[in-house]
């Protein structure tokens, strides 16, 4: 156990400039941020400690990497699966599921149709998961692409998912998309209104 936490510290400083330099072998990080990613998805089988460790180093690639894993077998949509599906639970204490909330937030704007799907039908992951991911994802205020994005999967994975769980993504990313527009015209009319102000002066 203090092995494998230890491993899971010492990812910490390697995942944190892995993106920005272009020497790594990237396959080796690809494994290793897959293995952190199964002991976050075994959360419940394995020491407490691992876990906080595994979420710590997750927390610590930056956008550069999770850009750079496209293609790469689905590992964004598999982390994804394993932080929603743990980030739910109660039994996690509070630091554990504000790092995987973090992780989540990090991952999103890099989600493909591909990462989506590899979620959607992961074994950990249900309709009360992606009830969770909703709710979280308007709380977090994170505009119209990502609800759009997951209710276009959502519709092609009907099978899977209630068709109501669908609608609400789809709901939700055409209500973001017109929040925008409104504060978008708002800031417009007030910049417009200030030009006029400064004319008269």
Request: proline fraction near 2%; charge should be negative; charged fraction near 25%.
């Amino acid at each position: 156990k203090k092995q494998a936490w230890g491993a899971c510290q010492t990812f910490i400083p390697i995942l944190k400039f892995a993106g920005k330099l272009k020497d790594t072998d990237q396959d080796v990080i690809r494994n290793a941020i897959l293995q952190l990613i199964y002991c976050v998805e075994y959360a419940q089988k394995t020491n407490e400690k691992i876990t906080i460790g595994a979420a710590n180093s997750l927390g610590e690639i930056g956008k550069d990497m999770w850009k750079s894993l496209y293609g790469s077998n689905g590992i964004r949509g598999l982390c994804l699966a394993a932080c929603v599906a743990k980030a739910r639970l109660s039994v996690l204490p509070f630091g554990v599921k504000e790092n995987l909330h973090a992780i989540i937030l990090n991952i999103l704007p890099y989600l493909d149709d591909y990462d989506i799907g590899i979620c959607l039908k992961h074994n950990e992951i249900g309709q009360e998961d992606f009830e969770y991911l909703y709710g979280w994802m308007v709380d977090s205020d994170l505009g119209p692409i990502p609800f759009e994005a997951f209710g276009r999967n959502l519709s092609n994975h009907s099978l899977l998912y209630d068709v109501s769980l669908t609608q609400k993504f789809q709901s939700r990313a055409i209500y973001e998309a017109r929040k925008r527009r409104r504060s978008v015209g708002d800031h417009s009319e007030m910049l417009s209104g200030e030009s006029s102000d400064e004319d008269e002066l």
